[in-house]
Every structure is written in structure tokens, then in C-alpha cells.
């Protein structure tokens, strides 16, 4: 059974940082792509880093070097560091795993994507 379990986020003020984890389970991690993904009430969900089985990595451009996607293979983790967060940053946060063999680089396309964690709540305050 494919499990994303998400663990981090929280509170913080504006300028701060916080460490988002996905753990994973039930596949083969290393041959699956990763991403991270947000939503904020009222929005569509969006795409904000990805990670490729290969470590290539893609940002969207709002992130403008403040957020880093790792993935430790032998943890079976995908991290998202965050840092420099703005307010309009708040939202929720998700992990998500993708393996389909039509996709040969790093994508923040939510439709790539089939298994998704459970969401974490992300608030930065002024």
C-alpha cells in the first residue's frame, strides 16, 4: 500500500523558516519522481518544486531561490527547507509521488502526479 505521510510546517513569522517531510512507503521510492505542492483557500493547487528519480530539480518561480527539494533515497524521505517565508506563502501543503514512464524530467504539473500525502498547514504571519 502506497503511504505519504507528511510531518513539519506549523507557524511562523514572516522571514522565517520551516522543514516540510514526506515519508514514504508501500513503493519503490527511488524510481519515482516527487514534488511539493500548495494550496491556499480559494486557490487552485499548485505546483512548487519537483524532484526527478535522477535528483533533477525544477522550481516554480515564485519560490525565487528561497525553497529547497532534496530526497534521501536511503530514507525513504522528500524534504522541502523553506526558507525567507512571506506571508503569501500560507497555505497547505503537499507531498506527492509520481512514476508514469511518459515523463522523462521534473514537472510541478499537479496531473502528473498519483499518490499524494495527507496535507500540512504552512502560516506565516506579518
Known amino acids: 500500500q502506497v503511504q505519504l505521510v507528511q510531518s513539519g510546517g506549523g507557524s511562523v513569522e514572516s522571514g522565517g523558516s520551516l522543514r516540510l517531510s514526506c515519508a514514504v512507503s508501500g513503493f519503490t521510492y527511488s524510481r519515482y519522481y516527487m514534488g511539493w505542492f500548495r494550496q491556499a483557500p480559494g486557490k487552485e493547487r499548485e505546483g512548487v518544486a519537483s524532484?526527478?528519480?535522477?535528483?533533477?530539480?525544477i522550481y516554480a518561480d515564485f519560490v525565487e531561490g528561497r525553497f529547497t527539494i532534496s530526497r534521501d533515497n536511503a530514507k525513504n524521505t522528500l524534504y522541502l527547507q523553506m526558507n525567507s517565508l512571506k506571508p503569501e506563502d500560507t497555505a497547505m501543503y503537499y507531498c506527492?509521488?509520481?512514476?508514469?514512464?511518459?515523463?522523462?524530467?521534473?514537472?510541478?504539473?499537479?496531473?502528473?502526479?498519483?499518490?499524494w500525502g495527507q496535507g500540512t498547514q504552512v502560516t506565516v504571519s506579518t
Open positions: 506527492a509521488a509520481g512514476s508514469s514512464p511518459y515523463y522523462t524530467s521534473p514537472s510541478i504539473d499537479p496531473s502528473r502526479f498519483g499518490y
Open positions: 524532484v526527478y528519480s535522477d535528483g533533477r530539480k
